[in-house]
Nanobody
Framework: QLQASGGGIVRPGDSLRLSCAAS????????MGWFRQAPGKEREIVAV???????YYEDAVKGRFTASRSTAENTMYLQMNNLKPEDTAVYYC??????????????????WGQGTEVTVSS
């Protein structure tokens, strides 16, 4: 029901835009999150768009990443600018259909995309 895409191999300072296309659920009725998992590390929150439209960003990406959504396309985006090597990870989109208050907890999310890999390397 969630299809993530847009990953790739880029150099430090470059930009990428990830997409998460939803089917079978409506993005603006759910909390939608972007998570990432780097090799050997636990999955961590990156950004959230609440059903209300408000956003949350993890400190390391504030000012560089922007989460947005298109109601018409039922698609969520993550614009990533000024990418750094430490942004290298598999990025996942996820849907929290219960609109949990624990938006940073991966356990709050009940639908997950398959992941798209981002590699930032010189």
């Amino acid at each position: 029901q969630l299809q993530a895409s847009g990953g790739g191999i880029v150099r430090p300072g470059d930009s990428l835009r990830l997409s998460c296309a939803a089917s079978g659920l409506t993005l603006n009725r759910n909390n939608m999150g972007w998570f990432r998992q780097a090799p050997g590390k636990e999955r961590e929150i990156v950004a959230v768009i609440r059903w209300s439209g408000s956003t949350y960003y993890e400190d390391a990406v504030k000012g560089r990443f922007t989460a947005s959504r298109s109601t018409a396309e039922n698609t969520m985006y993550l614009q990533m600018n000024n990418l750094k090597p430490e942004d290298t990870a598999v990025y996942y989109c996820a849907a929290d259909t219960d609109r949990s208050v624990s938006i940073t907890n991966s356990r709050s999310y009940d639908y997950w995309g398959q992941g798209t890999e981002v590699t930032v390397s010189s």
